[in-house]
């Protein structure tokens, strides 16, 4: 089991920005990737970006590319994402999730956290 603890959602104006941050409670991710996806209502869960923790890897969907970034802190074993310049579509609860990097589906998920984007 890994279990995630989410925090940081909340309301920001279009433009501006919140960090969120995932921590591993009892455990380190050493040997997995953590990603951060988002659910917008009526909408299905996408993918927004991951980080593989040995090395330090990114990868970014394209609408969030050049605003947002993932990161870590090996001291915390927390993971962070940084939202910067915020857009009104960005709306959504947000989690993350860790898989082993040997697989390809996550298979440990956070609670999620509401984030809310006003115009």
């Known amino acids: 089991q890994v279990p995630l603890v989410e925090s940081g959602g909340g309301l920001v104006q279009a433009g501006g920005s919140l960090r969120l941050s995932c921590a591993a409670s009892a455990r380190t991710f050493s040997g997995f990737v953590i990603g951060w996806f988002r659910q917008a209502p009526g909408k299905e869960r996408e993918f927004v970006a991951h980080i593989i923790w040995n090395g330090g890897r990114t990868y970014y969907a394209d609408s969030v590319k050049g605003r947002f970034t993932i990161s870590r802190d090996s001291a915390k074993s927390t993971v962070y994402l940084q939202m910067n310049r915020m857009k009104p579509e960005d709306t959504a609860v947000y989690y993350c999730?860790?898989?082993?990097?040997?697989?390809?589906?996550?298979?440990?998920w956070g609670q999620g956290t509401q984030v809310t984007v006003s115009s």
């Open positions: 999730a860790a898989r082993y990097v040997s697989v390809r589906e996550y298979d440990y």
